[in-house]
């Protein structure tokens, strides 16, 4: 079990660029999470995907889309890249339709480190 | 909506001494607590979880966490540290029950002291 993966590790962008982060999970679980993690801010919801077929706001979803395109597979995009998303952002996963309710862990993927220019 | 305060945002400890990491919740309705570790350059990882029964919670790694519902709070020990506990230390609050997201503090850096 590879667990959360996600690509790339490291990328650097000039503003108005756009990316596509990409995450998978092999834990077959049905709700994925993208999360961005600032200095000071901790950890903040962009997106979240309680089921396959479903996305929603988190809590800073502006210059963010998602695409859940099956039920391992949830990507997160920039569509025109601002310095305000230079950011680590982390890709987790959780059996339970979101976590918090049911008590369910998280799973969260290594991250990717995200500078723009 | 629940909101979680870590308190400090750096605890520098000498390596066998004891540490506390202190976390408080406000929430209207009943809660589920979570403690997470991230060690450098890693994700996240479960620590421990309070979800009901016994107060104190043990986790991996000697932590261990007590709720305490009079003053909403979910402090985080360990009563020996080593190196390798070097880490950032995320609280996290969920309300109870239904389909809810889970809200995370900014986290408490731990710097072991050789």
């Known amino acids: 079990n590879a667990g959360v993966t996600q690509t790339p590790k490291f990328q650097v962008l000039k503003t108005g660029q756009s990316m596509t982060l990409q995450c998978a999970q092999d834990?077959?679980?049905?709700?994925m999470y993208w999360y961005r993690q600032d200095p000071g801010m901790g950890l903040r919801l962009i997106y979240y995907?309680?089921?396959?077929?479903?996305?929603d706001k988190g809590e800073v979803p502006n210059g963010y889309n998602v695409s859940r395109l099956n039920k391992r597979e949830f990507s997160l995009r920039l569509e025109s890249a601002a310095p305000s998303q230079t950011s680590v952002y982390f890709c987790?996963?959780?059996?339970?339709?979101?976590?918090?309710?049911?008590?369910?862990?998280?799973?969260f993927g290594p991250g990717t480190r995200l500078t723009v220019l | 909506a629940q909101s979680v305060t870590q308190l400090d945002s750096q605890v520098p400890v000498f390596e066998e001494a004891p540490v506390e990491l202190r976390c408080n919740y406000s929430?209207?309705?009943?809660?589920?607590l979570f403690w997470y570790v991230q060690y450098p350059n890693q994700g996240l990882q479960l620590l421990l979880k309070?979800?009901?029964?016994?107060?104190l919670v043990k986790g991996i790694n000697g932590f261990e966490a007590e709720f305490n519902k009079s003053q909403t709070s979910f402090h985080l020990r360990k009563p020996s540290v080593h190196i390798s506990d070097t880490a950032e230390y995320f609280c996290?609050?969920?309300?109870?029950?239904?389909?809810?997201?889970?809200?995370f503090g900014i986290g408490t850096k731990l710097q072991v002291i050789p």
């Open positions: 987790a996963s959780s059996e339970a339709w979101l976590a918090g309710g049911q008590g369910d862990t998280q799973y």
């Open positions: 834990m077959n679980h049905n709700s």
């Open positions: 995907s309680a089921s396959e077929g479903t996305t």
């Open positions: 929430s209207s309705v009943s809660v589920y």
């Open positions: 309070y979800l009901s029964g016994s107060t």
């Open positions: 996290a609050v969920s309300d109870a029950g239904g389909y809810q997201k889970v809200t």
